[in-house]
């Protein structure tokens, strides 16, 4: 599925051509002139639309079939250049799809966590933790690509050329510093979570084991045990989720948090496709040197307050 941040004429162009549409066709579904599509179009990035036409247009995009979402990101990235405003978000389970909010600044899923008492640590201590939301899943290379666009931010450095290559596109992004997942957290609205927060949107009001339940299985994250040998689609273990409607809350990528451990170093979370099971248990926590950066650690946002804004 194809989530647009923000329309500008690139993205109007692409999509009317993606939808087969002329300019007359999508004038009257947004219901302005065929004069006004063409002048969006023409000036290109630097046409910013208006509120309500970026609002119907992502009404149009939603109620669009898969094929056409299928075009549109083929039209943004053609022969491997891209301008990133297109996110390639994964598409939660239908049963699902009420649980989850789009924020307005990089167009990531988020789920929300309620205030409340939760068992935190090896030893199942009670706790309170405010409400807070947190991203649904690890940010992916599509999201982290659109964030350099937009910032000029280095990229990873197994990306060809600074460039995201598509089969990443939907797998959690890594090779980043702590550094480097804060200014993407500060670019798009949001903190990193604290490794309380992190800890009680894996292990739920009822302070599961795991994120899944109280069962010691490999089968339902990527882990070593797995045998995958790679990052994966971050919606890939839907049988995994949270019971916030987390996923990969373990395995695939450790997740860098905000809670420091001594100076200069961040807690880690979750455990990643490179470490046994055990690793990843949400009641244990990791640590690392904020400049450290490899092929199994990434991250993902939270925010506070009254919801995604």
């Known amino acids: 599925m194809a989530i647009v941040p923000e329309w500008s004429g690139v993205e109007l162009r692409a999509f009317r ?4 549409w002329s300019q007359a066709d999508l004038a009257a579904r947004l219901e302005v ?14 046409h910013s639309l208006r509120p309500i036409t970026q609002a119907m247009l992502d009404d149009l995009l939603r109620q669009a079939p898969s094929d056409v979402h299928a075009r549109l990101i083929n039209l943004l990235t053609r022969d491997g250049e891209t301008t990133y405003p297109v996110v390639a978000d994964p598409e939660p389970d239908p049963v699902l799809g009420d649980h989850f ?25 009670p706790r309170w933790e405010d409400t807070f939301w947190l991203d649904a899943h690890p940010v992916t290379g ?36 702590w550094h480097d997942a804060a200014a993407y957290a500060n670019w798009a609205r949001k903190i990193l979570p604290t490794s309380a927060q992190w ?9 599961n084991i795991w994120p899944w339940g109280n069962e010691h299985t490999a089968a339902k994250c990527n882990v070593k045990e797995t045998g995958l040998g790679t990052t994966s689609k971050v919606s890939r273990f839907q049988s995994g989720i949270s019971p916030v409607y987390a996923y990969d809350m ?22 990643a496709w490179t470490s046994p099971l055990f690793t990843g248990r949400p009641s244990t926590s990791n640590d690392a040197d904020d400049a450290m950066h490899d092929n199994d650690t990434g991250f993902r ?9």
Not at 17 to 20: D, H, I, P, S, W
Not at 142 to 167: K, N, Q, V
């Open 199 to 207: 800890e009680k949107a894996a292990r739920g009001p009822n302070g």
């Open 17 to 20: 051509v993606a939808a087969r």
């Open 101 to 125: 909010v789009k924020h307005p600044r990089d167009g990531k899923l988020m789920v929300e966590v309620t205030g409340g008492i939760y068992l935190a640590g090896p030893e199942d201590e």
């Open 301 to 309: 946002c939270a925010t506070v307050g009254d919801g995604p804004h």
């Open 142 to 177: 599509s999201d982290y690509a659109r964030f350099i666009a937009a910032t000029g931010h280095r990229a990873p450095e197994h990306w060809p050329d600074g460039r995201c290559p598509l089969d990443l596109y939907t797998h959690p992004v890594t090779h980043v510093t």
């Open 33 to 46: 002139s065929e004069r006004g599509i063409a002048k969006a179009e023409a000036a290109g990035s630097r």
């Open 250 to 271: 373990v395995g695939n990528v450790w997740e860098w948090t905000q809670t420091p451990t001594t100076s200069g170093r961040h807690e880690l979370k979750g455990g």
